[in-house]
């Protein structure tokens, strides 16, 4: 029975998927039918509802609507282009100076957007047109867009990390946070590096330096955006608030640049903001309901022990063990979006890895670095798709140029996986 129950978890899945149904209700679907094939009617109907209803009713999610809503206010409010114009005066007479401000803007605009899609939209739409006029190639141009795009994903404030939280048992926000910048900024370096070194051997222009009358104009524009971070991060850290008190500041924060410093939103554009916001917050609160159910679904079946006496039985050396970890992560990535990925393979890998004795905060760091390296991975990577159509290049067309990136890239991950100090040594430091 348990054998299958197991396969029409994942057959159902796989068929509604196929079918393009919307994986929040794939994943409820599937994990429904399941649970049906174990229970009496009544009883699994009853037990999935109370299972989905208990998921989202936890005081850590509050974090979840807060940071979105801070996310979409920051990404309405004109933030982008102020971004990318500090991000000009820090790459200086760099070769490539345009990339690394492609680069660097991606970054940040990301970590106050937690989204990649958001920040190679908002700054990947400006750079890769202004990169081509000033005599890059458009489809290098479009590859650093790219392969930096999913940084901000991992520079905090991040709902990833929060969700990944919630689901491990209680695994320290502020340590991830911590640990989240460090393989952040560590990603954009590397991209900033193959950037630097192909521009050199293409002997591409550097941006003009800007005049030093605009010069403090533009960090005062800036910087307001960038204290966001480190309100939030200092406030955590010092004690003064908690993660989930200081989603809430957020907004506050977010609201007080649109509103007020920048005055680049009115009220009148709150009630969209809204919408838009809890639009967003709906989705993740019920896919968070639905990998629940799929959670208990797969528990019932015995399925995350069948998995983990499966990959241990192929060898007992951790390096092994955690390729293969890694490679099944990396393909997750390329067709299941950051979050609902996290929910289902969050509770099959993490015994796995806690099992040969695996930091919790380390695991959660190279698992969502996976995931998110996942989303500009061919063939179905969204990140890669976004990218394309921003820059109107096919994707067919990027693949090799973003093979340079894709190695430094794969470099970077493997270091985070196999040399713990690399994610944690800050989280340590701090005593988290």
């Known amino acids: 029975m348990i054998l299958e129950a197991s396969l029409i978890l994942f057959l159902v899945f796989a068929v509604l998927l196929a079918v393009g149904i919307p994986i929040a209700i794939c994943i409820a679907i599937s994990s429904?039918?399941?649970?049906?094939?174990?229970?009496?009617?009544?009883?699994?109907?009853?037990?999935?509802?109370?299972?989905?209803?208990?998921?989202?009713?936890?005081?850590?999610?509050?974090?979840?609507?807060?940071?979105i809503l801070s996310g979409v206010i920051m990404n309405n409010g004109g933030i982008a282009e102020k971004l990318v114009?500090?991000?000009?005066?820090?790459?200086g007479r760099v070769p490539g100076s345009l990339a690394h401000t492609n680069i660097i803007g991606n970054a940040l605009?990301?970590?106050?957007?937690?989204?990649?899609?958001?920040?190679?939209?908002?700054?990947?739409g400006v750079m890769v047109p202004l990169q081509e006029?000033?005599?890059?190639?458009?489809?290098?141009?479009?590859?650093?867009?790219?392969?930096?795009?999913?940084?901000?994903?991992?520079?905090?404030?991040?709902?990833?990390f929060i969700i990944f939280s919630l689901i491990s048992g209680g695994t320290s926000i502020a340590a991830l946070f911590m640990g989240g910048y460090v393989i952040g900024i560590l990603w954009a370096l590397a991209i900033m590096a193959v950037s630097y070194f192909i521009a050199k051997k293409r002997n591409y222009p550097v941006?003009?330096?800007?005049?030093?009358?605009?010069?403090?104009?533009?960090v005062l524009d800036a910087v307001p955006s960038l204290l966001l971070i480190f309100i939030i991060i200092?406030?955590?850290?010092?004690?003064?608030?908690?993660a989930i008190e200081a989603s809430a500041i957020c907004v506050v924060y977010a609201l007080f640049l649109a509103l007020v410093y920048y005055k680049t939103m009115t009220l009148k554009d709150m009630p969209a903001v809204m919408v838009k916001a809890i639009e967003m917050t709906g989705v993740i609160m019920l896919l968070i309901a639905a990998s629940s159910l799929m959670s208990f679904a797969m528990a019932f079946t015995g399925m995350p022990t069948a998995i983990s006496n499966f990959v241990l039985g192929i060898s007992d050396n951790p390096i092994v063990i955690l390729l293969i970890i890694n490679i099944i992560l990396l393909l997750v990535g390329t067709v299941m979006d950051v979050a609902p990925?996290?929910?289902?393979?969050?509770?099959?890998?993490?015994?796995?890895?806690?099992?040969?004795?695996?930091?919790?905060?380390?695991?959660?760091?190279?698992?969502?670095?996976?995931?998110?390296?996942?989303?500009?991975?061919?063939?179905?990577?969204?990140?890669?798709?976004?990218?394309?159509?921003?820059s109107k290049v096919k994707i067919e067309s990027l693949i090799k140029p973003l093979l340079p990136f894709y190695v430094a890239i794969f470099i970077l991950l493997l270091l985070v996986t196999y040399v713990p100090q690399i994610s944690l040594f800050l989280p340590n430091l701090l005593g988290l």
């Open 133 to 160: 006029k000033e005599g890059y190639h458009r489809k290098f141009a479009a590859a650093v867009n790219i392969a930096s795009a999913p940084t901000g994903m991992v520079i905090p404030p991040s709902t990833a």
């Open 207 to 218: 941006a003009s330096k800007e005049k030093n009358k605009n010069t403090l104009k533009i």
């Open 32 to 67: 429904l039918a399941t649970v049906l094939l174990m229970l009496p009617f009544d009883v699994a109907v009853f037990t999935s509802a109370q299972k989905m209803v208990a998921s989202i009713d936890s005081f850590s999610l509050i974090a979840v609507p807060f940071f």
């Open 109 to 124: 605009f990301g970590s106050i957007s937690s989204s990649a899609i958001a920040s190679s939209t908002a700054i990947g």
């Open 341 to 390: 990925a996290i929910l289902i393979f969050t509770p099959i890998f993490l015994p796995i890895t806690t099992s040969i004795g695996i930091d919790p905060v380390h695991f959660g760091l190279f698992f969502i670095l996976n995931l998110c390296v996942g989303t500009i991975t061919p063939p179905v990577g969204t990140g890669l798709f976004v990218g394309s159509s921003i």
């Open 85 to 91: 114009n500090f991000a000009k005066l820090l790459t």
């Open 234 to 242: 200092g406030g955590i850290l010092t004690g003064v608030f908690t």
